[in-house]
């Protein structure tokens, strides 16, 4: 499998206050094509900020980002933008549909972005809402649907436009375990079947076991990865004892 | 108590832009109400230093005053709004804050007071602006009038007055303190769990397009019945009054609660047009001015009122000064046209009544007149007072004192019957003291035809009565000359004079010039050049109101930008999911900007319609009968008067979506400077 992201001494530095963090400290990491990565670690160890320069939300300040053979990093902001559009799909732990929107239309939003109308966009939407199992609820608004269904239809508008991979934050975080799963399984489903490439941020031992490959994160640097998933939950309990994260 | 002040500044501080706007606001409607005060009362003091100078001057004091004052109220009352949206907004806004603050301990009634406390600082910081800005507004006003008006050429020095001053201050404060009341209120109500809940809404309410429907159709009733049986042109007064009051009500209420309905249904409208023009943006914008009603029409509140307040007072003007106050003088002077003598020169503006103390003619002017008029001319003495009772405007509109029996050969410039007739008048006069009056006038003594009225004079009260009711020359009440011992007058202040039907108007003109050239300080002229002195004064009334609206947009401006502002903070994640889902900046700018040209063309064009409609209403309901107008062509009127407003209007259905668009793009702008996640929200500062 060819790798499809590829990170060189990436850095992240922000300013809080009066006090420069160093969220990220030179981190080398690739994903390969198809693989189903969780990235786990302690609060405010780098994993959001990762998994944000990966997908082009933020910008590095320094070292390298390569996405599907593009380098990001030396992209503009409009051509990281459609890159995004096109071959991104981002699932945050809130959710973040637009409130004044259907479900329908939430997940229509990146082709519409891209150009396409409402007509040419609709037979993807309902397939890609089916897909989660939303299809019956696609006239719904954001408010009307549980943290679990609005998280599905957060997953449809990541997986719309078919992209080569798609990056969670806490996918679970807000949801109850039922809900949490049924989330992991289409996540894992898109992985299998469709062969999309995964990549999530976790504190959840249950929601990383649905991974491929499990990478910790401490204080701004990769510190442990296992392989071999996906695995028991008490492989990856054991492997965070081990780090000590 | 010291913490929940130092939370209030903190806010106040944390907000300062959108506070300080509101505050700015609540101060331009607090400087025209100390500037009107001003003004009004540099015209008479020191100016007019006689009984007869103040009585003669203190009507266009008393306009003013009148005038500006109310817009400064209405501009106050826009700035009530102003701190209304920008309160119930920031407190939505606050809603996770407030319930943080509760879960901490803090109780209802410190909620409350926090925020009641921030408007409270919010509309002080207005009133000390204010109050320091009138004074430079009044004594600007003063200068630029001076310089440019043939009427109002001198005003007097005046300080400020303290009663004013309270007034003001108190207007700005009640102002504030009722607008925020009711955010406040709801503030205080948050329960603490909100701290972990997020808002959210769907923007769906049927109720909405109910309500709608029904004023839909009450309105429509309402203009069927206006168009068909116009109130104007057989209602009395005071029930023309009450009609009025009761259909504008109807009108501002129902608009007012169908304003969710028509954003909502201008989205749906515009959608398909939009989505064709503009693509995504387009359709964007649609939707969210369908399902973002609530927030839509609390920013749109502010815009209308504004635009309407210029369309009604643009349009009350134009009814006031070109169809109704002149209209009878006019017509009769084209008819029979007087001439008259003064004791000034009339022409020379305010500056005629430098030094001049005695505003009386002399008795051997008056014979020699008289003498000269016989046979060929009717010859009217009059006297100017000031009487409380009998003032159309205000306390201190000047009343004529006038023998009925010259004023009845002299035409109809100083008056014609609605109600009532000459021979009954004249009984009444020849035996008592009798007057003619204005409906309004008789109105508001809640008197009406032979009703007798006890008037105030310096000699006690003297009862008169009502001998006839109509259009009396400028709204001046006529006291018959029953009226002369009671007031302690002895010598007229004009002498006019009518030639009879057939006479040579020329000669008598000359005859009479001659005589006038005999005394000194004695000014003879046609008396449409007094109208024109009083058209002119009229019009520098307007040109000020005009002025003065011009603040009234700049704060109905400042409203837009707040909310608009305060808008975009809001949306601030919206636009960062819009990036995280793939739309560039120049996107989301795209759906920014056509959602503030729809906002201010929704606006404006309700707001064209609100003031359309309320100067209309008015009108067509109360027609001529402030002057007792028999026949007032009310819709021809009607539509006449609201035509100069309407070219306002249209400026600001130009302006307004561009000035939306405009101050919802540049904070927005500001928002999408950074990466999608810095739009999303983060704090922290990228190095």
Redesign the interface.
């Known amino acids: 499998m060819s790798e499809i992201i590829e990170t060189n001494d990436l850095q ?5 206050g009066d006090v ?2 160093e969220a990220l400290k030179g981190v080398d990491f690739t994903v390969h094509e198809g693989e189903f990565v969780a990235i786990m670690g302690p609060s405010g160890s780098g994993k959001s900020t990762l998994l ?1 320069l990966l997908g ?4 590095a ?1 320094g070292g390298e980002v390569f996405l599907a053979d593009r380098r990001l990093t030396r992209l503009r ?2 051509a990281i ?2 890159m ?3 071959h991104v799909g ?1 699932v ?1 732990q ?1 959710f ?6 259907t479900a329908a ?1 939430n997940v229509a ?2 082709l ?4 396409q109308s ?1 007509k040419e966009s609709s037979a993807r939407v309902t397939e890609t809402l089916e897909q989660v199992n939303m299809g019956n609820r696609a006239g719904h ?4 649907l549980s943290g679990g269904e609005q998280q599905r239809v957060a997953i449809a ?1 990541a997986l719309v ?1 078919d992209p080569e991979i798609l990056l969670a934050d806490e996918p679970t975080g807000n949801l109850d375990s039922s809900s949490g799963e049924q989330v992991l399984v289409i996540l894992r489903r898109a992985c299998d079947a469709a062969g999309q490439t995964i990549v999530i941020v976790t504190h959840n031992p249950t929601a990383a076991a649905f991974a491929d490959r499990v990478v910790f994160l401490q204080d701004g640097a990769l510190v442990h990865e296992i392989l071999g998933g996906p695995f028991d939950v008490s492989a990856i309990t054991e492997a965070i004892a081990h780090v000590n994260v | 108590m010291r913490t929940i002040a130092h939370l209030a500044l903190r806010e106040l501080r944390r907000s300062w832009i959108r506070n300080l706007f509101a505050a700015l606001a609540v101060g331009i409607g607090i400087a025209t109400i100390i500037a009107s005060d001003l003004i009004s009362r540099a015209i008479t003091e020191e100016i007019a230093e006689s009984a007869e100078g103040k009585a003669i001057t203190a009507f266009m004091s008393e306009q003013l005053d009148v005038g500006l004052t109310a817009i400064g109220l209405v501009i106050t009352v826009g700035a009530g709004f102003l701190i209304f949206n920008a309160f119930a907004m920031s407190t939505t806004q606050r809603r996770e804050d407030f319930g943080r603050m509760r879960a901490v301990g803090m109780t209802h009634r410190q909620l409350l007071l926090m925020v009641l406390l921030e408007a409270i600082l919010t509309g002080a910081l207005g009133i000390v602006f204010g109050l320091l800005a009138g004074v430079g507004l009044g004594r600007g006003l003063m200068f630029l009038v001076t310089t440019t008006s043939d009427v109002f050429n001198r005003f007097g020095e005046v300080s400020l007055s303290p009663d004013r001053l309270l007034f003001g201050a108190t207007v700005g404060l009640a102002t504030t303190i009722i607008a925020a009341l009711l955010p406040a209120i709801r503030a205080s109500r948050t329960p603490p769990v909100a701290a972990m809940r ?1 808002t ?5 309410n049927l109720n909405q397009y109910r309500i709608a429907g029904g004023c839909a159709i009450l309105l429509t009733a309402m203009w069927i019945f206006l168009i068909v049986d116009p109130p104007g042109l057989w209602i009395l007064p005071p029930w023309s009054s009450y009609l009025t009051v009761a259909l504008i009500a109807l009108w501002l209420l129902c608009i007012g609660l169908s304003l969710p309905a028509i954003v909502g249904l201008s989205g749906v409208w515009l959608r398909r047009p939009l ?1 064709a023009i503009l ?2 943006p387009g ?1 964007l914008a649609a ?2 001015l369908r ?2 009603r609530a927030r839509v029409t609390f920013t749109l509140l502010t815009l209308i009122i504004g635009v309407a307040m210029i369309i009604g007072v643009t349009g009350y003007l134009g009814y006031w000064f070109e169809e109704l106050f002149f209209r009878n003088s006019e017509r009769s002077l084209k008819e029979n046209p007087g001439m008259g003598f003064f004791p000034l020169e009339i022409d020379a503006g305010l500056q005629a009544y430098e030094d001049v103390f005695d505003f009386t003619l002399t008795d051997n002017l008056i014979a020699e007149v008289e003498a000269a008029a016989e046979g060929h001319a009717a010859v009217v003495q009059g006297y100017f007072v000031l009487a409380p009772e009998l003032s159309f405007l205000g306390e201190h509109y000047f009343s004529f004192i006038i023998d009925p029996h010259s004023m009845q050969q002299s035409g109809e410039l100083f008056f014609t019957f609605t109600y009532g007739d000459w021979p009954h008048a004249l009984e009444i006069t020849d035996k008592d003291c009798g007057l003619f009056l204005t409906p309004t006038v008789a109105q508001k003594n809640n008197a009406w035809l032979y009703d007798t009225i006890p008037i105030q004079t310096p000699l006690g009260s003297l009862d008169c009565t009502i001998a006839g009711i109509g259009p009396t020359f400028v709204g001046a009440s006529i006291i018959s000359d029953a009226g002369l011992t009671a007031f302690n007058l002895t010598a007229p202040v004009t002498l006019s004079v009518f030639p009879h039907e057939g006479e040579g108007r020329d000669e008598i003109l000359a005859e009479f010039a001659a005589i006038a050239d005999r005394y000194t300080g004695v000014w003879f002229t046609d008396l449409s050049q007094v109208s024109k002195m009083q058209m002119e004064a009229m019009g520098t009334v307007r040109t000020m109101m005009s002025g003065l609206l011009f603040l009234a947009i700049l704060s109905a401006t400042l409203g837009v930008i707040n909310t608009a502002l305060i808008s975009v903070s809001e949306r601030r ?2 636009y ?12 989301v700018s795209a759906i920014v900007i056509v959602e503030g040209l729809l906002f201010g063309l929704i606006g404006a064009g309700v707001g064209i319609v609100v003031g359309t409609g309320v100067v209309v209403i008015h009108i067509v309901v109360s027609g001529g009968s402030v002057f007792g107008y028999p026949d007032f062509p009310v819709w021809e009127v009607a539509l006449a008067s609201i035509q100069p407003a309407l070219t306002r209007g249209i400026l600001a259905l130009v302006v307004s979506p561009m000035l939306i668009a405009l101050a919802s793009w540049l904070p927005a702008r500001a928002a999408l400077r950074g ?4 739009t ?1 929200g983060r ?5």
Do not use: C
């Not at chain 2, 704090?683 to 190095?687: D, S, Y």
């Open positions: 992240k530095q922000y300013r809080m420069v963090v944000h082009g939300l933020d910008l300040s902001d409009t933008t459609v995004r559009r096109r981002f945050f809130f973040n549909l637009l409130p004044t929107l239309e939003l990146p519409l972005l891209d150009g409402v608004m954001p408010d009307q508008r436009t | 997020a959210s809404s769907s923007g769906r989505t693509r995504l359709r939707d969210n399902r973002a994640r919206e960062g999911v819009l990036r995280a889902a793939g739309a560039t900046r120049r996107q990466t999608a996640i810095e999303l704090r922290e500062t990228p190095l």
